[in-house]
C-alpha cells in the first residue's frame, strides 16, 4: 500500500503542506495526541510538537511527504533532535518507503532494549493506512468492489490512498497483460466507487503518477466493453539488426567490428552484479549519433545468448522508439522478464506488474527475482534511442515511468541490471526532468563512452567490407576510404555502401571515384526518390517518430513500402523513422554535420603545386613521367598525387594521375581555393580557431594543438614537429595563419594567399615589428585609391608607398607587375575597409604590447611608446626613428584600443605627417 499527496502544478507549497498536516493530524488523533506545536513547516516537511491527551507525554513527530525513499540520515537526526532536546519519543511518519539503509537502521534501532528502542517510533505507509482504518478515518480498500467491476483479482495491481484537495480516494492499478493500464476510484471514506466524469477529470489534472494511465476506465461501461476486454497492451519493439552488411540498420553481429574493450567492460559490469562485488546496477552506452550504439547493444545481445554465457546473462534490448503510452515500459520489464523464463532463466510462475512506480517490489516479480538469484544468473534490460523520451512532449508521460524504473532498479541490489543508449549531442533543456535525472543518477550508474573508431577498427571495417563482396580493394581507395571516414562508423558505412552500389553497376573498383562529400551522398539518395517518396520522406522526418497508420493516411501504402524497401526508413512496431538521425537532421535543416579533416599531406605546398600543374584533365600520366618532369623522386610523387586524391584536386588509377573531373580551372589560385576548402574543415584549424582566434602563438601550441586533435594518432616527438610546421605553411598558404617572424597570428584573411616571386616562396613571414609607417587613414585612403586605380606607380606618386607596405603587411593586397589586386574576401569577411585595417592591426603583436603599455602609462609620449618597442624587440632605431615610428604607434594602438573597449571599430584619427 502507498500514500500518495496530489497537487495541481500551479498549486502553492502552502496547498501541499495542508493536506500533509491534515493527513497527520488526523493520524496523532488517533493515537491519542494533540498537536501542540508546528515548526519546519514547508511543504514537505512538518514538524509538530505532540501531547498525549491522558498521560500528557510530549513526542517530537517529523511528517514527510516526499517522493524519494527515506534514506538512514533522516533516522539519525531524528534520534539527535530527540536527544538533544530530550523529548520523551520522536517519531516519523513518512508517506514514502524506506531506502535500504534506513531499513537496516530501524531493525538495529528494535533490537535494543524496550526502554531505550521505544524512543523512536516508525510510521510507514503501511502502518498510516492501519491506524486512520483502525480509527475509521478512512475505510479498508474496496477490493471485493474493484474485482467484481474488473472481473477478478488478476486484473488488479496496487492500491494508492491519494490525498488531494478535492478529497481522499483509494486507487488500484488495472491490469492487463500482466501490467497496469488503467485506475480505478474509490472514496477512501465510505468506498465508493468514483465514476462521475468531473470528479474523474478534476484529478486527471494534479501531478501525479496514476494519471499517466487511463482514470476513466472505471466509468460505467456495458458488458459488451468491458475495459478488461477492449485494452490491448502496447507491442514492446526489441532493436533490430539488419539483414545484410549494407543494411542502415544496426550491423549484424557477425558484421560487427571492434569496440573489443567495451565489449568486455560491459559483460564485466554484468558479471560484478552478478557476483555481487557492485552495488550499481545502472548502466549508459553514450555517444553522438552514429557511432554505433545501437550495433554495440545487438552484440553484447548476441554475446550473452553465446555458449559461455546463455545461462549466465540474460540481455532484452528494447528500442524506445516504439512507445507511445507509459505503460510501454512496464510492458518492456514485463516481456523481458517472461522471454528471460522461457530462456530458463529463474521459477516459472505467473508474472504481474501491479505498481508501475517500483515494479521490482510487484509481490510476483520480486519472487521470481528471488529465483533469478538462487540460481546464479542474470537479467538486463536495455532502453535504446532513450534520448527520445525527452525530445519530443508527447513522449513526456513515457519519461516519468522510465525514471521511476530508474530509481527503484537504482536502489535494487539484485540480479537485475538496466542500462540503457543515450545520444549526448541531443539537447537537453535544464528545466526537463531528463536533465535532472541524468545528475540525479550520476553516482548510481556506470557510463560506456563511444567514440571514433581507431585506425585498426577502420581496417578491419573495411575488410568485412571486401569479404561481402568479394573483391580486393585498391589500396589507393582504401586510402581516401580510411582518411575520409575519420573513424565515424555511420560515414564509413556510407562510404562503403556507395563504393558497392558502383560496382554492381559494373565499374571496375581500380576506376571508380569515392565520393567523400557527405552533402552529396545524401542528396544521391533522395535523386532516386519520386516526388511523392521525397515529399513522405520529409513528413516522417518531421513527425519522427511517426505513427505508421498516420503515414499510410497522408502517402499512401505504395509509397511509404518503396520508402522501406530503399532503406529510407526503418520501421519500429509501428512507428517510422528515418534511417539514421543525421539523415533525419539533414531533411529538417539542409545542414550535414562537419566532418572534421584529419588528413596530413606528404609534402609542402610548392611540391603539391609543381605535381599538379604536371597533370593533365584528359588523361592519366605514370608517377615515373611526372617525376621526370618535376625533378622529383618516384615515389615522392606518387604520395603526392595522393595528396592530390584527397583534396579532390586529381583523381588515379594505381600510379597513374590526372586532374580532377570536377575542377574547371587549373591555376595556381583555383588550388589554393581548394586546399582552403579542406583545410576550413582540419581539426587543427578548428581547434585553433577555438581556442586562439586572434591570438599570436609559437610554433609549439600549434604541435600541442594538433596532437589534441588527433588523440588517437602515435608519433615521435620529430614527426609530430614535422607534422605541425607543414600544416602551419599550408594554413599560411590559404590564408587561416598569418606568419609574423617565428610566431604565427591565428587569422583568417578570408582567402588564400598568391606568392608572387621567388622570393616569396623562401617563407611567407612578416617581419616581426609593425612599425605603422603610415596612418590608419592614409592605408584606408590608399586602398580607396587602389579601388579607382590599381596602378602601382600611380600609387606611389599619389603618396601611398608607406600605406601600401602596411597594406602588404595585411595580406589585403598583393602586387604583381606593377598591378595592384585587392583581397576582396578579407575585404568583405571583415565588413569593409576600415575593418578590414581595424581588425589586422589588431592581430599584431607589437600593437597589444604598445596598448598594454599604455594602460600601465596613460600619458606615456610617443617618443617613449617608440623607444619601449625598439628596446622590447631589440631594433636599433635611431631618435628621430623612435619619434616617428612611436607616435605613429601611438595612434594606431589608441585606434584599436577604443574600438576593442567598445566592440564597434571607431572612426578613423586623424593623419600624423610622416
Known amino acids: 500500500m502507498k500514500i500518495e499527496i496530489a497537487c495541481d502544478k500551479n498549486d502553492t507549497t502552502k496547498n501541499k503542506g495542508d493536506l500533509l498536516e491534515k493527513i497527520s493530524k488526523d493520524l496523532l488523533e488517533a493515537l491519542g495526541y494533540d498537536v501542540i506545536e508546528e515548526f519546519s513547516f514547508n511543504g514537505v516537511e512538518l514538524d509538530l510538537l505532540c501531547k498525549h491527551k491522558v498521560n500528557s507525554k510530549e513526542i517530537y513527530v517529523e511528517c514527510k511527504a516526499q517522493k524519494d525513499k527515506i534514506g538512514a540520515p533522516i533516522l539519525r537526526q531524528l534520534l539527535g533532535t530527540v536527544i538533544c532536546y530530550n523529548y520523551a519519543e520522536g517519531w516519523l511518519v513518512s508517506t514514502s518507503e524506506f531506502g535500504k539503509e534506513a531499513k537496516g537502521f530501524v531493525e538495529m534501532?528494535?533490537?535494543?532494549?524496550?526502554?531505550?528502542?521505544?524512543?523512536?517510533s516508525f510510521y510507514t505507509p503501511k502502518i498510516i493506512i492501519e491506524s486512520l482504518q483502525r480509527a475509521s478515518v478512512i475505510c479498508k480498500q474496496p477490493v471485493d468492489k474493484a474485482e467484481e467491476y474488473i472481473g477478478g483479482a488478476e486484473f488488479l495491481g496496487e492500491w494508492t490512498l491519494l490525498l488531494t484537495k478535492y478529497g481522499r480516494f483509494w486507487t488500484v492499478y488495472t491490469l492487463q497483460g500482466g501490467a497496469p493500464y488503467g485506475v480505478l476510484i474509490y472514496n477512501a471514506e465510505n468506498g465508493r466507487h468514483i465514476q462521475e466524469e468531473n470528479t474523474i477529470n478534476n484529478i486527471s489534472q494534479l501531478e501525479t503518477s496514476l494519471t499517466e494511465f487511463n482514470l476513466k476506465v472505471g466509468i460505467k461501461k456495458t458488458s459488451k466493453n468491458r475495459p478488461s476486454?477492449?485494452?490491448?497492451?502496447?507491442?514492446?519493439?526489441?532493436?533490430?539488426?539488419?539483414?545484410?552488411?549494407?543494411?542502415?540498420?544496426?550491423?549484424?553481429?557477425?558484421?560487427?567490428?571492434?569496440?573489443?574493450?567495451?565489449?568486455?567492460?560491459?559483460?564485466?559490469?554484468?558479471n560484478n552484479a552478478k557476483e555481487k562485488n557492485s552495488a550499481t546496477r545502472i548502466f549508459a552506452i553514450t555517444g553522438n549519433s552514429g557511432l554505433g550504439k545501437s550495433s554495440l547493444i545487438a552484440k553484447v545481445r548476441d554475446r550473452s545468448r553465446n555458449k559461455f554465457y546463455k545461462n549466465r546473462y540474460f540481455t532484452f534490448a528494447v528500442d524506445i522508439r516504439g512507445a507511445k503510452t507509459p505503460s510501454y515500459i512496464s510492458a518492456s520489464l514485463l516481456k523481458c522478464l517472461k522471454n528471460a523464463q522461457q530462456a530458463g532463466f529463474g521459477d516459472n510462475m505467473n508474472l504481474q506488474l501491479t505498481d508501475p512506480i517500483a515494479p521490482l517490489t510487484s509481490p510476483s516479480i520480486a519472487r521470481y527475482l528471488e529465483s533469478v538469484e538462487r540460481a546464479g544468473q542474470l537479467i538486463c534490460l536495455i532502453f535504446d534511442q532513450f534520448e527520445e523520451l525527452y525530445s519530443n512532449p508527447e513522449l513526456y508521460g513515457v519519461f516519468s515511468i522510465a525514471k521511476d524504473l530508474m530509481l527503484d532498479v537504482a536502489s535494487y541490489k539484485g540480479n537485475f541490471v538496466l542500462?540503457?543508449?543515450?545520444?549526448?549531442?541531443?539537447?537537453?533543456?535544464?528545466d526537463h526532468p531528463a536533465y535532472h535525472m541524468w545528475h540525479e543518477l550520476s553516482d548510481h550508474r556506470r557510463v560506456y563512452k563511444l567514440d571514433v573508431f581507431d585506425s585498426g577498427e577502420i581496417s578491419k571495417s573495411i575488410t568485412t567490407f571486401e569479404k561481402e563482396v568479394q573483391q580486393k580493394i585498391p589500396i589507393e581507395i582504401r586510402h581516401q576510404i580510411v582518411h575520409s571516414s575519420q573513424g565515424f562508423p555511420w560515414l564509413l558505412k556510407k562510404l562503403c555502401i556507395n563504393l558497392y552500389e558502383n560496382l554492381k553497376k559494373g565499374e571496375g573498383a581500380d576506376s571508380i571515384l569515392v565520393d567523400l562529400d557527405v552533402r552529396r551522398l545524401f542528396e544521391n539518395d533522395l535523386d532516386l526518390l519520386s516526388p511523392p517518396e521525397h515529399t513522405c520522406l520529409k513528413i516522417i522526418a518531421q513527425k519522427a517518430p511517426a505513427d505508421w497508420s498516420e503515414?499510410?493516411?497522408?502517402?499512401?501504402?505504395?509509397?511509404?513500402?518503396?520508402?522501406?524497401?530503399?532503406r529510407l526508413v526503418v520501421k519500429s512496431g509501428d512507428r517510422l523513422n528515418v534511417y539514421w538521425d543525421i539523415f533525419k537532421d539533414y531533411l529538417l535543416t539542409g545542414?550535414?554535420?562537419?566532418?572534421?579533416?584529419?588528413?596530413?599531406?606528404?609534402?609542402?605546398?610548392?611540391?603539391?603545386?609543381?605535381?599538379?600543374q604536371a597533370l593533365n584533365s584528359k588523361e592519366y600520366i605514370g608517377a615515373e613521367e611526372i617525376a621526370k618532369e618535376t625533378s622529383l623522386n618516384e615515389r615522392t610523387v606518387a604520395n603526392i598525387g595522393a595528396d592530390l586524391v584527397m583534396f579532390s584536386l586529381a583523381e588515379r588509377k594505381g600510379t597513374f594521375f590526372k586532374h580532377h573531373r570536377d575542377l574547371n580551372e587549373y591555376s595556381e589560385m583555383s588550388v589554393l581555393q581548394k586546399l582552403r576548402e579542406k583545410f576550413g574543415k582540419h581539426s587543427l584549424k578548428l581547434a585553433m580557431y577555438k581556442k586562439m582566434a586572434g591570438a599570436t602563438v609559437d610554433q609549439n601550441a600549434v604541435t600541442i594543438a594538433l596532437r589534441a586533435s588527433l588523440p588517437k594518432a602515435k608519433f615521435s616527438d620529430k614527426t609530430w614537429t614535422t607534422y605541425s610546421n607543414r600544416l602551419s605553411n599550408l594554413f599560411t598558404h590559404t590564408g587561416y595563419f598569418v606568419r609574423v617572424g617565428s610566431q604565427i597570428?591565428?587569422?583568417?584573411?578570408?582567402?588564400?594567399?598568391v606568392d608572387r616571386g621567388s622570393c616569396a616562396r623562401k617563407g611567407k613571414k612578416r617581419g616581426i615589428i609593425f612599425s605603422a609607417p603610415a596612418s590608419p587613414a592614409t592605408v584606408c585612403e590608399a586602398l580607396e585609391a587602389i579601388e579607382k586605380a590599381n596602378d602601382f606607380k600611380v600609387a606611389v606618386a599619389?603618396?601611398?608607398?608607406?600605406?601600401?607596405?602596411?597594406?602588404?603587411?595585411?595580406?589585403?593586397?598583393?602586387?604583381?607587375?606593377d598591378k595592384i589586386s585587392i583581397n576582396i574576401p578579407s575585404i568583405k569577411k571583415y565588413g569593409g575597409y576600415k575593418e578590414a585595417i581595424w581588425t589586422s592591426a589588431k592581430n599584431e603583436p607589437v600593437i597589444g604590447k604598445c596598448i598594454e603599455k599604455i594602460n600601465q602609462e596613460p600619458t606615456i609620449s610617443g617618443f617613449s611608446i617608440g623607444?619601449?618597442?625598439?628596446?622590447?624587440?631589440?631594433?636599433?632605431?635611431t631618435k628621430s626613428s623612435m619619434q616617428r615610428n612611436g607616435n605613429s604607434l601611438k595612434q594606431w594602438s589608441n585606434w584599436v584600443k577604443e574600438g576593442t573597449e567598445t566592440s564597434v571599430v571607431p572612426s578613423l584619427p586623424g593623419r600624423i605627417k610622416q
Open 867 to 877: 623607444e619601449f618597442v625598439a628596446k622590447e624587440y631589440n631594433n636599433k632605431w
Open 591 to 612: 545542414n550535414v554535420p562537419i566532418i572534421p579533416f584529419n588528413y596530413i599531406p606528404t609534402s609542402d605546398f610548392y611540391s603539391i603545386l609543381k605535381v599538379f
Open 419 to 430: 542500462g540503457f543508449a543515450w545520444k549526448t549531442d541531443s539537447t537537453t533543456q535544464q
Open 745 to 753: 597570428v591565428v587569422q583568417d584573411l578570408g582567402a588564400p594567399i
Open 551 to 566: 503515414i499510410i493516411e497522408i502517402s499512401g501504402i505504395a509509397v511509404l513500402n518503396a520508402l522501406v524497401h530503399k
Open 229 to 270: 476486454l477492449t485494452f490491448t497492451p502496447p507491442s514492446v519493439v526489441e532493436v533490430q539488426i539488419g539483414d545484410s552488411w549494407d543494411d542502415y540498420r544496426p550491423a549484424r553481429p557477425q558484421d560487427f567490428v571492434g569496440r573489443d574493450e567495451l565489449q568486455k567492460d560491459i559483460l564485466a559490469f554484468l
Open 798 to 817: 599619389n603618396g601611398y608607398r608607406n600605406a601600401l607596405t602596411v597594406l602588404k603587411r595585411f595580406e589585403l593586397i598583393s602586387i604583381n607587375e
Open 109 to 120: 534501532w528494535q533490537e535494543k532494549p524496550q526502554e531505550e528502542s521505544s524512543k523512536l
